[in-house]
């Protein structure tokens, strides 16, 4: 039997060591955005990690469609152990709820491995307004927002973005009411938010920490239900409001019908990873904190995370078609 036969076999068995399939086919890693950001560093990292291990694993960068086009890729690949995805926030838990018509289903296509990161987002206030405003914490935002009804805004990278969500769920629990001002990515709602445009944005923290420790942006709050350890002296919401908890994370799948021994020799690789020196340190530059964890507590935390925007994205009222 040719090389190649006994290799197709062994995949039809699951039992052939993923490494030991890399240098006839190397394991493609669909990334969901384009190069250079932070799913996209992190995951070149990782792939580097495990090369030992499992072989070379080249990075396969899909953007568009919200993450949708890359993370389709990997619902649709046969389920071999040799294509491997990202899952995000937004590709496994608002995306379905955000889009009209979604190309795969978030639980049903696709096969956990291990969760990566958690970035928490942030309440900053642009510092001059807060100084006018007398907005030296959470509470007092809220305060204010209580005392003047419809006079705060806050701006999001777009209707249906991470940092419009928080705020919607931030204006729901706080009990006041803000406008939305959407902009056309992160970066033009920070600079209009710098620049004094709206007066408060939940931003990413890896992207707010520049401004903040520059004295150009106040921090009110983290979205974490803890504090972070990139930003300690700032207390989560969920000090003021109860149970408040929003971030950005991600993860690594698989296709559904992975098999399952394949999946737990994936899952122990990046976990070795994960839990390495360098890449805390590395992640620890982007304001990312490793999420390593088993493949069921993964899958279970996004289906959790899938529940909880279905009442978000419902009620911001946000709609792709």
């Known amino acids: 039997m040719k090389r190649r036969q006994l290799l197709r076999t062994g995949l039809a068995a699951g039992a052939t060591d993923t490494a030991a399939l890399a240098p006839a086919r190397p394991i493609r890693h669909s990334v969901p955005y384009a190069a250079g950001g932070p799913i ?15 072989g070379p694993v080249i990075i396969d960068n899909k953007p568009g469609g919200g993450g949708n086009i890359g993370a389709d890729l990997v619902a649709k690949a046969a389920p071999d152990g040799l294509t491997i995805g990202i899952s995000a926030v937004a590709t496994h838990a608002i995306n379905p709820w955000l889009f009209s018509k979604m190309p795969y289903d978030p639980v049903k ?6 969760q990566m990161v958690r970035v928490p987002n942030v309440l900053v206030m642009n510092a001059d307004t807060a100084a006018r405003l007398k907005i030296n914490n959470l509470r007092d935002l809220i305060a204010y927002g209580k005392a003047n009804p419809g006079k705060l805004n806050y701006g999001s990278g777009g209707n ?12 729901r629990d706080a009990g006041i009411f803000a406008v939305h001002i959407p902009y056309n990515g992160g970066n033009p709602a920070q600079l209009a938010l710098l620049s ?13 920490a520049p401004n903040i420790r520059s004295g150009k942006l106040k921090a009110l709050a983290v979205t974490t239900l803890q504090r972070s350890p990139n930003l300690p002296e700032v207390p989560p919401v969920a000090e003021v409001l109860k149970g408040f908890a929003i971030d950005t994370w991600w993860g690594l799948v698989a296709p559904a019908g992975t098999p399952r021994e394949t999946v737990q020799r994936l899952n122990s690789a990046f976990v070795t990873a994960l839990q390495s020196q360098e890449a805390k ?18 899958a279970g935390f996004m289906k959790a995370e899938l529940v909880k925007y ?3 994205v419902k009620a911001s009222g946000a709609k792709v078609d």
């Open 281 to 298: 340190t590395r992640f620890a530059g982007l304001m990312a904190e490793p999420v390593p964890n088993t493949p069921d507590e993964f």
């Open 40 to 54: 996209d560093v992190t995951a070149r990292l990782l792939a580097e990690r495990v090369k030992d291990s499992l």
């Open 196 to 208: 004094g445009q709206v007066d408060f944005n939940f931003d990413n923290l890896a992207t707010a």
């Open 310 to 312: 279905e009442k978000v």
């Open 109 to 114: 296509d696709f096969a956990a491995i291990t």
């Open 160 to 171: 249906g973005s991470a940092g419009h969500l928080a705020g919607e769920m931030f204006k």
